[in-house]
């Protein structure tokens, strides 16, 4: 949510009016070229995972009719974006891709990690990304140091119970 308008990945991005909670109404809708998995604010700029086909960043300027503004492909699945700072993390397979979207229209690759196993949900604080994984039975959370965008490196892990969904920091 991003002050009174709420962003929904659902067979695309939807911008929501949500200023009276008791009556939400839908403002507008764009298509993502792939299936929209998670989705952050970075004023004006929304980032979409969008599934096989990576990450689409999307002109928040306009509620109404969001206009597209980049597709920047990845080679396994985005299924989770965080925004800190001027860069976007991706968790894409048993990838961090780590991303410059100072020009929204054409992002820069700035740097990636391959952890372990493949990645479920990333949150970024500090200077640190927390990226999930697994499924089944065990999961872990990784603690990655990305000070430097161009060189992540993986500080520690740490094995969970059960498949760890969500994270936030």
Known sequence: ??????????????????ADPTAPRLLGRVDT??????????????????????????????????????????AQPALAVAVGDHHTYVAAGTD???????????PQFAGS???????????????????????????RVYVVDVADATAPALLASLAVAGYPGAILV
């Open 96 to 106: 961090l891709l780590i991303y410059d979207h100072a020009d929204p229209a054409a």
């Open 113 to 139: 990690l391959v952890l372990p196993t493949t990645t479920g949900r990333v949150a970024v604080a500090g200077g640190l990304a927390y990226v999930t994984s697994g499924g089944g039975t065990a999961g």
């Open 1 to 18: 949510v991003s002050s009174s308008v709420a962003y929904v990945a659902a067979g695309g991005l939807c911008t929501v009016d949500v």
């Open 33 to 74: 070229f792939g299936d929209p998995r998670a989705v952050q604010v970075a004023a004006p700029i929304v980032l979409v995972a969008a599934g096989a086909v990576g990450l689409e960043l999307i002109d928040a300027s306009y509620p109404t009719s969001p206009p597209a503004l980049s597709t920047t492909p990845t």
